[in-house]
T-cell receptor
Framework: GAVVSQHPSWVICKSGTSVKIECRSL??????MFWYRQFPKQSLMLMAT?????????EQGVEKDKFLINHASLTLSTLTVTSAHPEDSSFYIC????????????FGDGTRLSIL | DAKTTQPTSMDCAEGRAANLPCNHS???????VYWYRQIHSQGPQYIIH???NNETNEMASLIITEDRKSSTLILPHATLRDTAVYYC???????????????FGRGTQLTVWP
């Protein structure tokens, strides 16, 4: 079935560094992918919609210069957290829709980001 | 924004049926009801969805009221591995639809105990 893979699954970085998270659709093409952020004991918050061949669409209140999204191909979207600080520590999850199944979106297993 | 209301938490004994309610009183005629669950530190897992008819698959059953303002997810024989946060989401589009974003509410923490 359709699978979405995220990498890395866990990353620890020093404050001020930039961190790139990859989201791949393994056996289907995705012109659209979605990025979510989840803080402990909270729900998933949609951050942005990644669009292949065009700019990402950000949800209200999400800083586009802070969270850079690049949809490089039909199977890859990347989220770069620039100049990360401890308050950016969170669980980041991507998803991709496919018409190949009855599920509206397939989710990756998430990336745990910890900024020291 | 999430358009659903769910209880914060529920408990269920292992082997019993778990019935998780969801209110979506402002649902539109072309919006489906989707259920996902999230086990701790994993990505959400799709369970089931429906428009107005009751639905059943290998994981669960979905009962939607006639006025479509509420629904109930039923796990017929809950196991310890069903302990998770269950999210009820309404959105345009059904089978194979790639339309629209998914907005998650706070969900229901279901705890299945031995």
């Amino acid at each position: 079935g359709a699978v979405v893979s995220q990498h890395p699954s866990w990353v620890i970085c020093k404050s001020g560094t930039s961190v790139k998270i990859e989201c791949r659709s393994l056996d289907f093409q995705a012109t659209t992918m979605f990025w979510y952020r989840q803080f402990p004991k909270q729900s998933l918050m949609l951050m942005a919609t990644s669009n292949e061949g065009s700019k990402a669409t950000y949800e209200q209140g999400v800083e586009k210069d802070k969270f850079l999204i690049n949809h490089a191909s039909l199977t890859l979207s990347t989220l770069t957290v620039t100049s990360a600080h401890p308050e950016d520590s969170s669980f980041y999850i991507c998803s991709a829709p496919t018409v190949r199944s009855n599920q509206p979106q397939h989710f990756g297993d998430g990336t745990r980001l910890s900024i020291l | 924004d999430a358009k659903t209301t769910q209880p914060t938490s529920m408990d269920c004994a292992e082997g019993r049926a778990a019935n998780l309610p969801c209110n979506h009183s402002t649902i539109s005629g072309n919006e489906y009801v989707y259920w996902y669950r999230q086990i701790h530190s994993q990505g959400p897992q799709y369970i089931i969805h429906g428009l107005k008819n009751n639905e059943t698959n290998e994981m669960a059953s979905l009962i939607i009221t006639e006025d479509r303002k509420s629904s109930t997810l039923i796990l017929p024989h809950a196991t310890l591995r069903d302990t998770a946060v269950y999210y009820c989401i309404v959105r345009v589009g059904g089978r194979g639809s790639t339309l629209g974003r998914l907005y998650f509410g706070r969900g229901t923490q279901l705890t299945v105990w031995p």
